[in-house]
C-alpha cells in the first residue's frame, strides 16, 4: 500500500462550545432530570443537529411554536432567545417554562429596552430570519427596531424623524463587517449610542481571532458547524478574508468534500460555538485515512466562562440531594 502523503492539521482554539451553548445543553438535560422525560424545546436548543438528536435521544422534543407543546409538560427556550410574547404566551397557558437564553443576548434585550425607554430609536445590526434577531426585535413593539444588515443600509435607511438613536447588534456576527457597518452608522449619526461593551459575544470574538491567527498558513481551512449556524458561517468568512484560498463549512466528517480541498499540506481547522468537539474529532479521523497526520494546537486564548442555571434547576438540585 503506497504511504499516506503527510499533512499538518493546524488546531485553532479557542473553538466549539461556548458557556452560552453549554448552559442550554445543562438546562435541557438537567430538566429531564428533574421534571422527567418528556421535556419539550421550542426551537433547536443550539445550531446543530448532532446535539439536537442526542437530546432527542434523551427524550427531549423538539417544537417549533408552543402550541405544539401541552400545557401540562416543561417548555424550554433555545439558547438564541425568544421575543417577548413568548414566555407571555407561556404564563397565559400556565406552563413551566425555562430560559435558556446565553446570558450575553439577555444583556442585548436589555440594552435594547433601556433605551426605547429613555426615548432613543434602536437599531439592530444582525441577519434578518436569525432567531436571535427575532428575538431582540421582539423585546420591543413593533415598529421600535429597525434592521441594519449592510454598510448601504446604514447609509440609506430611513430613521423616526427627532428621535435619538442607539444600536445594538447581533452576539454572533462578523467583528470586520460590524465595524464597517458601525462606521457607516457614525458617519451618518455621529450622535447615535454605542453600547456600553461590545454586543459580539467573547466566544464569537474569540474564534474569529484564532482563525485569523492561522488563516494565512493554510491550503484550506474547515468549520465544523451547522449551515444555519450564524457564528459558524462568520469563521469560513473570515478564513477567506484572512488569506486561506479555500474555506468550508462541515457538519461532520462524512461531509468533506476531498475534491473542493485541493491539495494539502496544511489543513486550518475550528468549530463553531455550538458545534461539540465529538465531532471535530470524527473530521480528524477521516483525515487520518487519507494522510499522516500531525497535529498542532494553536490555542490563542484561554476561556473560562462558566453562566450560572436558573434558580428552579438549582433549587430542584439542592432539593433532591
Ligand atoms: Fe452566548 Fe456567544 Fe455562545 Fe451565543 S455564541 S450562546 S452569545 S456565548
Known amino acids: 500500500m503506497a504511504a499516506k502523503p503527510p499533512l499538518t492539521i493546524l488546531l485553532a482554539g479557542p473553538r466549539g462550545f461556548c458557556a452560552g451553548v453549554d448552559r442550554a445543553i445543562e438546562i435541557v438535560e438537567r430538566a ?23 437530546l432527542e435521544a434523551k427524550g427531549a422534543v ?27 404566551e407561556a404564563e397565559r397557558r400556565r406552563m413551566i417554562y425555562l430560559d435558556a437564553t446565553c446570558p450575553l443576548v439577555s444583556k442585548v ?28 426585535m421582539g423585546q420591543l413593539p413593533e415598529g421600535a427596531i429597525t434592521l441594519v444588515e449592510t454598510v448601504a443600509d446604514a447609509q440609506t435607511l430611513d430613521v ?49 481571532q484564532a482563525v485569523k491567527a492561522l488563516a494565512g498558513e493554510c491550503d484550506a481551512l474547515l468549520v465544523v458547524g451547522a449551515p444555519n449556524s450564524s457564528n459558524s458561517k462568520r ?53 487520518r485515512e487519507h494522510y499522516e497526520v500531525t497535529l498542532e494546537a494553536r490555542d490563542l486564548t484561554q476561556e473560562d466562562v462558566h453562566f450560572k442555571l436558573p434558580r428552579v434547576l438549582l433549587d430542584a438540585a439542592e432539593a433532591g440531594e
Do not use: M
Open 235 to 287: 469563521l469560513v468568512e473570515v478564513a477567506e478574508k484572512a488569506g486561506c484560498p479555500r474555506a468550508f463549512l462541515v457538519q461532520r466528517g462524512a461531509d468533506i468534500d476531498w475534491d473542493a480541498l485541493g491539495p494539502l499540506r496544511t489543513l486550518g481547522l475550528t468549530a463553531g460555538a455550538s458545534a461539540p468537539e465529538v465531532l471535530v474529532e470524527e473530521v480528524i479521523a477521516a483525515f
Open 32 to 54: 429531564l432530570q428533574v421534571y422527567g422525560a418528556p421535556v419539550y424545546v421550542r426551537h433547536e436548543i443550539v445550531h446543530n443537529r448532532f446535539v439536537v438528536e442526542s
Open 160 to 208: 423616526p424623524a427627532g428621535k435619538p438613536l442607539a444600536f445594538v447588534t447581533q452576539t454572533t456576527l462578523s467583528l470586520d463587517d460590524t465595524a464597517e457597518i458601525v462606521a457607516a452608522l457614525r458617519a451618518r449619526f455621529p450622535e447615535i449610542e454605542a453600547p456600553r461593551k461590545e454586543d459580539i459575544c467573547y466566544a464569537t470574538t474569540n474564534r474569529q
Open 62 to 88: 423538539f417544537v417549533k411554536e408552543l402550541d405544539e407543546a401541552p400545557v401540562d409538560k416543561p417548555v424550554v427556550f433555545s439558547a438564541h432567545g425568544v421575543p417577548k410574547s413568548v414566555p407571555a
Open 109 to 136: 434585550h436589555h440594552e435594547a429596552a433601556r433605551h426605547h425607554k429613555e426615548g432613543f430609536h434602536v437599531l439592530l445590526i444582525g441577519h434578518e430570519g436569525h432567531p436571535e434577531v427575532i428575538g431582540t
